[in-house]
């Protein structure tokens, strides 16, 4: 990581998103941003909105009605608060001059040590990002092929359906999506990706609430899934805690908040309206998750599935089944590259760094396309085999351990508390020299300090349900 932590990033960011649109140039040099309240709050659902959403019931169903809502509710508050700790550290406390990533707003905040450190979480949870949706963009498509399978053979046939040909065709296609140079270049994607992840969502929230108006929910406690045959009170305190590491994953994406932020405009102030983006965003995921969650819960009581729209709870109407799963597809088509950008542009920005006169690294070649070959696309040697690189190592991954849940949860717990807790609050605090020991400071910690045991707890949980998946597991071999 140490080429990493030597540098400044004063290359273009991996999600400098809609800054070439026009000519004028904004205070540091570079273009103009076009950025805005609507257009940032977009970029979070997408960001937010992900295949976290899918395991709230079976979240919910662990926890309970009580503790359950209560988790996704204290989630959504810290969440919002933290965001906006990192909302006022986006500008140098001495210069006042822009940082372009989290991790320059870390450096300058908390110095060089903590910005390595800040790194190496970064980009440990950006790859484990793009792995898991890798696994969660296979189980959508392979779950239309069992919806179709279900509808035409009947709903007590086995269709079983590997995974492994749609984890294969997702790395093929985000092969070629990560050909393109730079997030600002796919601006039209978070759009198209936050009506996916609406739409998607609305159509679980709609059959859920359908099978509990009908008369077909299930039964359902207070406390969640019950003690007893099948059940011990060891696995359910397990679950639990996979729970709320389920649950913080849904809320994760402070990784790549300030790249969002340095995407609007100079005025009104960018932590205004980053402030304001994030209360839009947040509210209205937390709308969403609470819909999904405890609407599924009440469709599918304490044998709610891991998975809303692929564990088969709903079998009718197929076509809706199947266009639901489609959109999660499409939206994590273009989340992955939204997660992946930053770990590109990241090495190729120290690559061109350390050899600025190789031809391999630094040189476009034109290449002509259409008809006439009038119309032109670049290659870098550099990006094509780098990028392929990484998403060929990633997909493998996802065919090594094609575990839902338990990836979800892990990513929670490993990314939550220190991006979405720990390093802001450690700013905040630094920035406004709050004192050690006042009231104000203390609050803070103990957020801190609840943060960090969630998350030890549900790293516990994870790694013990991949131990227990694992002793059963035969690698390439999984179909449901």
């Avoid at 140039?25 to 899918?54: C, E, F, M, Q, Y």
């Avoid at 639990?240 to 849904?250: E, P, S, T, V, Y």
């Avoid at 790549?256 to 980053?274: F, G, H, R, S, Y």
């Avoid at 992946?340 to 061109?352: G, K, R, T, Y």
Wanted: glycine residues 8%; charged residues 15%.
């Amino acid at each position: 990581m140490q080429g990493f932590g030597d540098e400044n990033f004063e290359g273009e960011s991996g999600l400098e998103i809609q800054k070439a649109a026009n000519a004028e140039l904004d205070d540091d040099g570079k273009p103009s941003r076009t950025g805005n309240l609507w257009t940032a709050s977009a970029h979070i659902i997408t960001a937010i909105i992900g295949s976290g959403v899918l395991s709230l019931a079976w979240g919910v169903a662990q926890l309970g009605w009580i503790a359950g809502v209560a988790t996704l509710v204290i989630f959504s508050a810290i969440t919002l608060y933290t965001s906006s700790l990192l909302a006022d550290c986006y500008r140098s406390p001495l210069t006042g001059k822009r940082n372009y990533t989290y991790k320059d707003v870390v450096k300058n905040n908390l110095g060089q040590t903590m910005y390595v450190a800040c790194a190496m979480v970064q980009y440990a949870n950006l790859c484990g990002m793009v792995v898991g949706y890798t696994i969660t963009a296979s189980i959508s498509m392979a779950a239309i092929q069992k919806s179709d399978c279900f509808h035409s053979r009947g709903h007590e046939n086995l269709c079983s359906v590997s995974h492994n040909p749609y984890m294969i065709g997702m790395g093929i296609l985000e092969i070629f999506l990560s050909q393109i140079p730079n997030f600002h270049k796919l601006s039209m994607l978070s759009v198209v990706a936050a009506i996916m992840s609406f739409a998607y969502s609305s159509i679980g929230v709609g059959l859920a609430l359908a099978k509990v108006i009908s008369g077909q929910g299930e039964r359902t406690t207070l406390t969640g899934v019950e003690v007893g045959i099948g059940l011990s009170a060891a696995e359910k305190t397990w679950r639990m805690f996979r729970a709320f590491g389920d649950i913080a994953f849904a809320y994760t994406y402070s990784q790549i908040l300030v790249e969002i932020q340095d995407t609007l405009k100079a005025t009104p102030p960018e932590n205004q309206v980053m402030k304001k983006a994030n209360i839009v965003a947040v509210s209205t995921t937390t709308a969403f998750y609470m819909m999904c969650g405890c609407f599924g819960y009440a469709a599918f009581g304490n044998n709610a599935p891991g998975n809303l729209l692929t564990g088969f709870g709903f079998y009718e109407p197929f076509w809706l089944v199947d266009l639901a799963n489609a959109c999660i597809v499409l939206h994590l088509v273009g989340a992955y590259q939204v997660f992946a950008q930053p770990v590109f542009s990241a090495v190729e920005l120290w690559a061109n760094k350390k050899w600025p006169k190789s031809n391999f690294v630094t040189r476009d070649y034109k290449i002509g396309i259409g008809k006439n070959r009038n119309k032109f696309t670049s290659v870098n040697l550099m990006r094509l085999i780098w990028r392929s690189s990484f998403v060929i190592v990633a997909t493998l991954f996802a065919l090594i351990l094609p575990f839902f849940n338990d990836i979800l949860a892990f990513l929670g717990a490993m990314g939550y508390w220190p991006l979405t807790v720990y390093f802001p609050i450690e700013m905040y605090i630094a920035k406004n020299k709050i004192k050690k020991w006042s009231r104000r400071w203390l609050g803070l910690q103990l957020i801190n300090s609840v943060c960090l045991l969630v998350a030890v707890a549900a790293g516990c949980g994870s790694i013990q349900g991949l131990n227990k998946a694992l002793k059963t597991y035969k690698p390439f071999q999984v179909k449901e």
